[in-house]
């Protein structure tokens, strides 16, 4: 398709979703809920050919070379459609949070005004290799009101297909627009260049992928962006950290599904306590095939107890890796660790192994972080973790939304001013 054929096709669907979005700011919890029930259903009954159409992806994946970390993000199976269609009905049963008010005052000159939750209009997903985000998006915008633009990558084109084609059903089950819900049905980057430019129609845009797709849409959209770069998560292990927990949590944050952006790429190991904590916590990475880069003061106490590991490089410390790779530097201080996470990490999600309150207290006031943990895993930087039944994304932006955005952070607001027939003098 020519570029003018291809601005026109995304112009289209731009002002198609603006119309549609004002009909959904007016739509009852009782419809939105009602689609998603449908979804929940659709998505169901139609595993079969949901896992055939990412049967094809996945083919293509392995042709294309793709690693094994980048084909596990690819891949749909059984219980993740499962996980999925429990995601949906977690939405339903999610507060609405439009017309929330915010605050409610009555003005010396009798004005009532209020703040009310309302949708932000029209949001633009840009995503890349997650069969779930079609989903996710969808009808976290729908439950909030907004209409949604998806533009899927080439990696995943035929499982977005797949899904997306199942929503305009839900809708008209629900008396809504079909098009509240619209997939771009291409790849081109041409299409994308124009859906970055329509702040006429488009209100937010939100990527979803690799640190070069992040900044591509960053760089080039007149559309506000909501975004994070990259995961470069850390956990540290303090000198009072409780043996057992600081290697279950370290492993799982490392290990439970090594592309994910809220996987830990970072260890940190307090001096005082490295010797006896970090070769009981490398053992247990390397049984799990993880390759450790150590600085100096890590691999000299490896290497004394054979644990394989090689010598990190600068760059290391400041990697996500997404792979089944960890950089590992011991630290002299509670508040060298804090220096270094903030100095180093991507403002995602970082974690504090530790039994001391105080300790513990400081770090999560000191780490300027989306999502702070003590004694738990980065994994649960998520939002159906965090019980918004799912997230369009996890924000390191520090305006307007910050950490996984559910549906109130898919929401704004504005003012309802009642009077009985002030005027301003």
């Not at 596990?72 to 459609?81: K, Q, S, V, W, Y």
């Not at 049963?93 to 010396?108: M, N, Q, Y």
């Not at 084609?165 to 260049?193: E, F, K, S, Y």
Request: with cysteine.
């Amino acid at each position: 398709m020519m570029s003018a054929d291809l601005a026109q096709l995304v112009t289209t669907i731009a002002q198609r979703a603006r119309a549609a979005s004002l009909a959904l700011a007016t739509a009852t919890p009782e419809q939105k809920n009602a689609a998603l029930t449908r979804l929940a259903e659709l998505i169901a009954a139609s595993q079969d050919a949901l896992l055939a159409a990412n049967a094809r992806d996945l083919a293509e994946a392995k042709n294309n070379g793709l690693t094994d970390a980048q084909i596990d993000r690819l891949t749909l199976t059984p219980a993740r459609i499962a996980q999925l269609v429990e995601s949906v009905r977690q939405v339903v049963a999610l507060t609405d949070p439009v017309g929330e008010v915010l605050e409610d005052a009555t003005r010396p000159n009798g004005l009532r005004i209020r703040r009310v939750r309302v949708p932000i209009g029209v949001i633009g997903i840009i995503y890349e290799a997650r069969p779930n985000v079609t989903i996710d998006c969808a009808i976290l915008c729908l439950k909030s009101g907004n209409a949604s633009i998806l533009r899927g990558g080439r990696e995943i084109f035929n499982t977005n297909t797949a899904f997306a084609a199942l929503i305009p059903d839900a809708l008209r089950h629900a008396g809504l627009p079909a098009d509240a819900v619209q997939l771009i049905p291409t790849t081109d980057r041409a299409a994308l260049n124009t859906l970055l430019k329509l702040d006429q129609y488009v209100h937010c845009i939100i990527p979803r992928g690799g640190e070069s797709l992040i900044r591509f849409v960053t760089e080039n959209a007149t559309v506000p962006v909501l975004k994070h770069y990259n995961g470069i998560c850390f956990v540290y292990l303090d000198a009072a950290a409780d043996a057992d927990i600081a290697e279950r949590v370290t492993v799982n944050a490392k290990t439970s599904r090594v592309s994910v952006c809220n996987s830990a790429e970072q260890l940190l190991v307090h001096r005082d306590a490295a010797e006896t904590l970090l070769p009981r916590v490398a053992r247990a990475l390397v049984a799990k095939n993880v390759s450790l880069r150590c600085d100096p003061a890590s691999a000299a106490i490896l290497a004394r107890e054979n644990i394989p590991h090689t010598a990190a490089t600068e760059a290391d410390y400041r990697t996500e890796f997404l792979d089944y790779v960890m950089a590992v530097r011991v630290v002299d201080s509670l508040e060298t660790a804090i220096a270094t996470i903030n100095r180093d990490s991507s403002a995602h999600s970082d974690a504090i192994i530790t039994r001391d309150e105080p300790t513990a207290r400081r770090f999560l006031a000191a780490v300027d972080s989306a999502a702070v943990f003590w004694n738990t895993s980065t994994r649960f930087n998520d939002g159906f973790e965090f019980g918004f039944g799912a997230e369009i994304g996890i924000s390191t932006d520090r305006l307007h939304a910050r950490g996984p955005m559910g549906l109130r952070e898919l929401c704004s607001y504005k003012f309802l001013v009642e009077g009985t027939g002030q005027v301003r003098e």
